[in-house]
């Protein structure tokens, strides 16, 4: 589970690093007059998996933020209890985006989407965000059913 | 099926409510749009709608700015740079009385300048200033509380986590949201000096003066924060003058920030797997946060509530200034109970809609709220910052920390007031530069 999480780290961090280079190059260019075509188009594609992997990490860490007011002042088993319910309704949420993204992507498959200038075909960038939201759903329904929460 | 402003207003109920539970943000956001979409619209539409919201959000262009910001604060962390901000003005001004208090608050200024986060901004200063303030003799409660009500510099001062999140909701620039934050982000700073003045002033005996330092230490202490504040005004003087977008910006600050690491001989595989790493888990709250608040703002349009909660309020005849105050107070009463994201995305979708129908400018209450949020950070029961700080010190209690902070409160009112009667503070820098 680290490596792998560790991979993930890496390629949405490396995406990042991805986005702060053809940005930067984007804005030096445009300076120069020398623009950059089909920028924002590599940076819509890339940021695609650096939000992907931003929110696994989130989720993996139980990082997400919340309202601690009420939490703070259960009783172990209560905050248990709560904080497997909220995961119950994280996976019930996950489940309803993975449905959602997926029936559009399932019913785009054949029109070839593409971005306007670059030609960047959209099927990879909408499976890998019905990739992130499957990994979401298990690791929601995982802190739901499993031994432990946090 | 349903589509009243009752169903919306009774959204808002259970929003507050799975909040109060405390349930993750963007799940409690997202879970009642969605329900409220399935309930007003029916099942496949809501999916559909939905589906189309999260791939939006991931893909958007904007919103990568958010991730660069939070790289740049942290390479700049990781570069050592949160220090030299309180270092350079606490040879300035700390042989004065009451300096280091001011000190910290042009500490907080700075690093806020490379930080959009209230907590982390005085959790920060906090480890930095605290200590030394008291160590100076300082009293604890002016040490303490300056630094709290600082922090909250961090959310004003661009680049600010909180104007993205409200730029990408509301659907208005960030640049020009960053560019009418300046001067509220300025004169909060300017209050906080006063307050801080007026406290010496009464009680000499709480803030002793500090041996000056020399020139050498001074031109030393500037060197060491040239190039991080050069990389502030590259990247805030390029926003506010047009030069470029606030991504390309972003994306700039974050380049600059590892060629700084880099340069002071801090960047190395485990430092940027560490700033990757905490970029991508706190983006991955704000992005789950954000398609939340998009799927809860759909459900609340659909159901009209705002615009009757505005025709509700226009009815009663009470004019801008008038209701813009109801709508603090509002805020501040929520806000001692939600912290300040959940008090941006619970609000926007309704206030939104009843503030530009009354003429007012989205970008001023994107800092009017901004603002009111800041204020939720020092306020107890909520009053994150305070938290914050004494678990920086933990032998100065809460109330000492309160203390503190409350004069420095009663500036933060007095500064929303006179945002809410002088809209120009917000609106003239940007209006002037043609934003």
Request: hydrophobic share 55%.
């Amino acid at each position: 589970m680290e490596r792998l999480r560790n991979a993930l780290v890496w390629i949405a961090g490396g995406a990042l690093l991805v986005v702060v280079a053809v940005d930067s190059l984007a804005m030096i260019g445009r300076q120069i007059r020398f623009p950059l075509l089909g920028s924002i188009e590599i940076i819509e594609a890339v940021v695609l998996i650096a939000a992907g992997g931003g929110l696994i990490v989130a989720t993996l860490d139980h990082a997400h933020a919340r309202v601690n007011l009420l939490l703070e002042r259960l009783s172990t088993t209560s905050r248990e209890r709560v904080l497997r319910l909220h995961a119950l309704a994280g996976a019930l949420l996950f489940a309803a985006l993975l449905a959602g993204t997926a029936w559009i992507a399932a019913d785009l498959w054949h029109g070839h989407e593409a971005s306007e200038l670059l030609g960047i075909p959209y099927r990879p960038l909408r499976i890998a965000a019905v990739l992130t939201l499957l990994v979401l759903f298990v690791l929601s329904l995982r802190g739901a059913l499993g031994r432990r929460t946090r | 099926m349903i589509g009243e402003p009752s169903l919306g207003l009774a959204g808002v109920v259970v929003l507050l409510v799975l909040l109060l539970t405390g349930m993750p943000i963007g799940i409690a956001l997202g879970i009642t749009g969605l329900g409220g979409l399935i309930l007003t619209l029916g099942l496949e539409p809501a999916l559909i709608k939905s589906g189309v919201l999260v791939f939006e959000t991931m893909s958007r262009y904007e919103l990568g700015t958010l991730p660069l910001f939070m790289l740049m604060a942290h390479l700049c962390f990781i570069a050592g740079a949160s220090g030299d901000f309180f270092g350079f003005a606490s040879r300035l001004f700390g042989h004065r009385r009451g300096g280091l208090a001011i000190a910290s608050v042009a500490g907080c200024a700075g690093f806020g300048s490379i930080n959009g986060s209230s907590l982390a901004t005085a959790a920060t200063m906090g480890l930095v200033a605290v200590p030394e303030m008291r160590a100076r003799g300082y009293s604890d409660a002016l040490a303490t509380g300056t630094v709290a009500a600082g922090g909250t510099l961090g959310q004003m001062i661009p680049p600010s986590g909180a104007l993205i999140v409200f730029g990408i909701i509301a659907e208005q620039s960030i640049g020009t949201l960053f560019t009418a934050a300046i001067v509220p982000g300025l004169t909060q700073m300017l209050s906080y000096f006063l307050v801080v003045a007026l406290i010496v002033g009464w009680r000499p005996e709480l803030a002793p003066p500090t041996p000056r330092a020399t020139w050498e230490e001074r031109i030393g202490a500037l060197r060491r924060v040239a190039d991080v504040g050069l990389l502030v005004l590259v990247v805030i003087g390029g926003i506010v003058f047009g030069w470029i977008t606030a991504s390309e910006a972003a994306a700039v600050g974050a380049a600059g920030a590892l060629l700084i690491c880099s340069k002071r001989g801090k960047l190395d595989r485990a430092s940027l797997r560490r700033a990757l790493e905490e970029t991508l888990r706190t983006s991955g709250l704000i992005y789950l946060v954000v398609i939340g608040a998009l799927i809860f703002a759909a459900f609340i349009a659909v159901t009209g509530l705002a615009d009757a909660i505005g025709n509700l309020i226009v009815g009663l005849g009470l004019g801008p200034v008038a209701t813009m105050a109801l709508v603090a107070v509002f805020l501040l009463l929520i806000g001692s109970v939600l912290d300040g994201l959940a008090l941006m995305l619970l609000t926007t979708p309704i206030l939104l809609p009843l503030v530009t129908g009354m003429g007012l400018s989205p970008i001023w209450f994107g800092i009017f709220l901004v603002r009111a949020m800041e204020i939720g950070f020092i306020h107890p029961p909520m009053g994150m910052n305070l938290y914050v700080i004494q678990r920086v010190v933990p032998d100065v209690s809460l109330g000492r920390i309160f203390k503190g902070v409350l004069p420095f409160l009663t500036a933060d009112l007095v500064h929303l007031a006179l945002l809410i009667v002088f809209p120009a503070i917000v609106l003239a820098l940007p209006n002037w530069l043609g934003r």
